[in-house]
């Protein structure tokens, strides 16, 4: 299998970690892409031109990172998401969650990155700020829900607060979600959180 992907993608980060985290690491080849760029196996693989994309050993490709993250956990005997109970969807809910958190994230940032500053929207800039400052009082509060077994929730929730850790640190009070930077603190140091750290 072949894994595209970008250092800096949180998405592509959390399908990373999936792969280690299910010992498929090994079977997987990785493959930096800088989506700025024309990138024509990528394109190949995924027309939206979007990491991560993961090409089988079939020829065919799979994109999106839930739907790789799923195939992936699949080959591994469903280890990081049940197939069916509450348990199931409470975990989906908490990737959807933070896969949220990561898209208003990136909007942020891309918004600041990729546009001179007098073509920027500060009402955009200031609501994606608004949504994640909301998702992490949320996060606070619900916690407990997260469950110590690790999970596809916890990956997805470590990629998302090590993006914003990494683009936009200022957001990460440790006043406001005492509980929150705990747990990332220890969460941080797992050697899948480790090997795939944005660069």
């Known amino acids: 299998m072949k894994l595209f992907y970008s250092p800096t993608s949180p998405y592509a980060r959390k399908v990373r970690m999936v792969a280690i985290e299910t010992g498929l690491a090994t079977q997987i080849d990785v493959i930096s892409v800088n989506v700025a760029q024309e990138q024509p196996e990528l394109f190949a693989a995924n027309p939206l031109g979007k990491v991560p994309a993961l090409v089988l050993e079939n020829g065919e490709a799979l994109f999106d990172s839930p739907v790789i993250c799923r195939y992936l956990d699949s ?4 280890a990081l998401l049940p197939l069916s109970g509450w348990k199931h969807w ?11 958190l990561m898209d208003a994230a990136y909007n942020r940032v891309m918004e600041e990155r990729s546009r001179p500053e007098h073509e920027r929207s500060p009402s955009a800039m200031t609501r994606w700020e608004t949504e994640i400052t909301r998702t992490l009082q949320h996060i606070e509060t619900r916690l407990d829900t997260l469950g110590e077994d690790l999970t596809l929730a916890h990956l997805a929730l470590g990629a998302a607060i090590g993006y914003l850790e990494f683009r936009l640190p200022h957001l990460l009070q440790a006043a406001a979600y005492p509980q929150t930077l705990a747990w990332y603190v220890l969460f941080r140091a797992r050697p899948a959180m480790q090997a795939t750290q944005p660069a």
């Open 90 to 100: 409470e975990i989906l809910r908490w990737e959807a969650l933070a896969d949220g």
């Open 75 to 78: 080959l591994s005997g469903n």
